[in-house]
């Protein structure tokens, strides 16, 4: 049975769940639904939006590891926040290089990163009696 989990695990694999649905069903439609969509995404970089998608899977997976007080939970968080970087690293070079660039994806991605690897910081904190 895993230990008691802080007050704080539920109510954040709750947001990151919901982050998670709503990033694949926004990414969906981008990627796959009526032009109307396509258009309103505006500039969105493609490998930034099918990245964005598969990651809202791996939210949902962070998230139920999260609820469960899993173990993984912190290393999965930690691999979403980091790979999230690297794709808004990518995403600033371009944007940098004159490629024209969605003003929301600059910043929607490191505000990504920093709600994932604070949930993995707070994760591998240990737990208060």
């Not at 024209?100 to 910043?107: G, P, Q, S």
């Not at 709600?115 to 904190?125: E, N």
Request: hydrophobic share 60%; proline share 7%.
């Amino acid at each position: 049975m895993p230990a008691l989990s802080p007050r704080w695990t539920r109510p954040a694999a709750i947001a990151a769940g919901a982050f998670g649905a709503l990033t694949i069903l926004s990414g969906s439609l981008v990627l796959f639904g009526p032009e109307a969509a396509q258009r309103a995404a505006g500039d969105a970089l493609p490998f930034v939006v099918i990245f964005n998608t598969v990651a809202g899977v791996v939210y949902l997976i962070g998230a139920l590891a999260l609820w469960q007080n899993h173990p993984a939970a912190r290393g999965i968080a930690l691999a979403i926040g980091l790979a999230t970087l690297a794709v808004f690293a990518l995403f600033a070079g371009l944007a940098l290089a004159g490629t024209r660039v969605e003003l929301r994806t600059a910043l929607a991605l490191p505000f990504r990163s920093v709600f994932w690897l604070v949930i993995a910081w707070a994760a591998g904190r240990p737990a208060r009696p």
